[in-house]
């Protein structure tokens, strides 16, 4: 029996040592990427300008817009710099993951497919797709009126317009183009039917061109858009996600929204687009 005691007192033993040991080592784990970031001091993030209101360049050249407050909001929280990178929206994802930016902020919806290469923060903002249409063609009022032969749809590449357009049409058809501004210009030249895309977009490019198209707004998909980080970056992502929740609970988030969305008072300071 002394020898079971023994057998028992020595396990228990080991048992609190490993805890002991654990216990020593443990915390908030360290997370190298978040490290770094905050060593050199500057977040490094990548975005698509032509995207109105969330990026785009003012008449200065300066990058402007909802996703540009975002950034900087982020960088302040961290304590550190922002540097943009601008790339096709196609290659953002791409540039995540060669590491060539810290993250992403782009307007980008949060979807399946992604989440497969790269990790998404909570949704900062709440989106759907709508239509942008030619007044020459005046009766469309849902998006099956567009799914029909010879109607050429347009997209910007890589977005979730397009897999939802390339998924949806089954009659139409549904061309790709690099960047927002390509595929709406597609439009104003007669030779696309409608531009699918997210509602923020299609309000604000219908009231640049609202004598050679309309808006259909009622989204037909929802949406929810999130701020994408590398793949496995867990430290980085809950940093990330702090502060997504501490923001949108916030009067800057707010004052951001009101800015872009609802009082447009930045509209005399971005070029107008014919």
């Known amino acids: ?14 048992g609190v040592l490993a805890l002991a040991v654990a216990g020593c080592g443990g915390g908030e784990k360290k997370d190298p990427a978040a490290d770094a970031i905050k060593k050199k001091g500057k977040l490094v993030v990548g975005t698509a300008t032509g995207y109105y209101p969330f990026e785009m360049a003012d008449k200065n050249g300066q990058l402007v817009g909802f996703d540009i407050d975002v950034a900087k909001a982020l960088g302040k929280e961290l304590g550190v710099e922002i540097e943009f990178q601008n790339y096709a929206f196609s290659g953002l994802i791409p540039a995540l993951q060669a590491n060539k930016v810290d993250l992403v902020i782009a307007g980008m919806t949060i979807t399946d497919k992604r989440k497969e290469v790269v990790d998404f923060s909570e949704t900062y903002f709440k989106s759907g797709q709508a239509m942008l249409v030619s007044k020459k063609y005046p009766n469309v009022k849902k998006w099956e009126d567009l799914d029909k032969k010879g109607n050429v749809i347009a997209v910007s590449m890589g977005t979730t317009a397009d897999q939802t357009a390339s998924k949806m049409f089954k009659n139409a ?15 104003l030249n007669g030779k696309a039917v409608a531009v699918i895309h997210e509602v923020p977009w299609v309000a604000i490019y219908n009231k640049m061109n609202s004598e050679t ?14 701020i994408a980080v590398p793949k496995g970056n867990a430290a980085l992502l809950a940093e990330v996600n702090k502060f997504v929740k501490k923001y949108k609970a916030g009067e800057d988030y ?3 929204y009101t800015y872009w969305f609802v009082d447009m008072k930045w509209w005399d300071s971005v070029p107008q687009k014919k």
């Open 1 to 14: 029996m002394k020898n079971l005691v023994k057998k028992i007192a020595a396990v228990v033993a080991v």
């Open 173 to 187: 058809e549904v061309k790709k183009f690099e960047g927002s501004a390509l595929a709406g210009l597609e439009v």
């Open 213 to 226: 198209t309309y808006a259909v707004l009622e989204p037909f998909t929802t949406e929810e858009l999130g």
């Open 254 to 256: 707010k004052k951001a």
